[in-house]
């Protein structure tokens, strides 16, 4: 019985803790590096809602910066 409620905690704990936290990172990573393509969703259902919400804004705020200083570069 204990095995199976560890096992069960730790399935959980990855899917539910782990895995969101990690691909929050993933994104931040590849934002702080340039090489982030796609959008990230806010899922307001989410512990991580707070830090989504703020990746996300983050990320538009600098996809917005990166082509104005694109369209200056190319006047």
Same mark, same amino acid.
């Given at each position: 019985?204990?095995?199976?409620?560890t *096992?069960?905690l730790?399935?959980?704990t990855?899917?539910?803790?782990?895995?969101?936290?990690? #691909? *929050?990172n993933?994104?931040?990573?590849?934002?702080?590096?340039?090489?982030?393509?796609?959008d990230?969703?806010?899922d307001?259902?989410?512990?991580f809602?707070?830090?989504?919400a703020?990746?996300?804004?983050?990320?538009?705020?600098?996809?917005?910066?990166?082509?104005e200083m694109?369209e200056?570069k190319d #006047?």
């Amino acid at each position: 019985m204990i095995l199976l409620t560890t *096992l069960g905690l730790s399935y959980f704990t990855n899917k539910y803790i782990v895995k969101p936290i990690e #691909e *929050l990172n993933l994104a931040a990573e590849q934002i702080m590096g340039g090489t982030f393509e796609g959008d990230l969703k806010a899922d307001k259902g989410s512990a991580f809602y707070a830090l989504q919400a703020l990746l996300a804004s983050g990320d538009k705020v600098l996809r917005r910066i990166n082509e104005e200083m694109l369209e200056e570069k190319d #006047e």
